[in-house]
């Protein structure tokens, strides 16, 4: 079983930054494609950026390419996203989930494991 643990979120400002963590615990963390996804309240849960297992592969939403980074450390079982131009638009829960069996994915279906999330508001 993989445990995932969100950390990182917080108030931020617009035009600000926020940077994400997530360390996985219970398997073997390389082995899996990592993504970032989110949900705003009323809406549903979207894909932000996804990343393959030794880092070379990162997938983004459009909206969010250019702004957001995401990025892995293997030593340390953590996969980051660094937000920068925060907008309040970016207000929401995101989750960081493990994909075991598949190649790196926008699709939130093919993640097998997710984390319980962290809370992120953007202020004007």
């Known amino acids: 079983q993989v445990q995932l643990v969100e950390s990182g979120g917080g108030l931020g400002q617009a035009w600000g930054s926020l940077r994400l963590s997530c360390v996985a615990s219970?398997?073997?963390?390389?082995?899996?494609?990592m993504g970032w996804f989110r949900q705003a309240p009323g809406k549903e849960r979207e894909f932000v950026a996804a990343?393959?297992?030794?880092?070379?592969?990162?997938y983004y939403a459009d909206s969010r390419k250019g702004r957001f980074t995401i990025s892995r450390d293997n030593a340390k079982n953590t996969v980051y996203l660094a937000m920068n131009s925060l907008k309040p638009e970016d207000t929401a829960v995101y989750y960081c989930?493990?994909?075991?069996?598949?190649?790196?994915?926008?699709?939130?279906?093919?993640?097998?494991?997710w984390g319980q999330g962290t809370q992120v508001t953007v202020s004007s």
């Open positions: 989930a493990a994909d075991i069996r598949r190649g790196v994915s926008k699709n939130l279906t093919d993640y097998d494991y």
């Open positions: 990343i393959s297992r030794i880092g070379i592969t990162k």
């Open positions: 219970g398997g073997t963390f390389n082995t899996y494609v």
